[in-house]
């Protein structure tokens, strides 16, 4: 393979790489914002163990429902 087909290659796989880290985060930003805001009012150690169907547990205006697992400010 000469240079300029190996460096066009690299160049694709890099490209590929991007996009899909890209995709991955932006699956994911929700659960960074959720445990973000629980870490803000004192949560930590928070780990996100499902989301929940339309309709159940918060507001259903909420644009984001989920269950999580911390340890609350007092520790215990």
């Known amino acids: 393979m ?3 087909q190996t ?3 690299l160049v694709f796989l890099l ?3 991007f996009s ?5 985060y ?4 929700p659960d960074f914002d959720a445990i973000e805001y ?4 004192g949560y930590r150690a928070v ?3 499902g989301n929940l169907p339309d309709g159940v547990g918060c507001d259903p205006e909420d644009a984001y429902r989920f269950t ?3 340890i609350p400010v007092g520790g215990a």
């Open 68 to 70: 999580f697992d911390a």
């Open 7 to 9: 460096t066009v290659l």
């Open 15 to 17: 490209l590929i790489l």
């Open 20 to 24: 899909c880290g890209m995709k991955f």
């Open 2 to 4: 000469k240079r300029w």
């Open 26 to 29: 932006r699956e994911l930003e």
């Open 38 to 41: 629980l870490e803000s009012k």
């Open 47 to 49: 780990r996100i163990t």
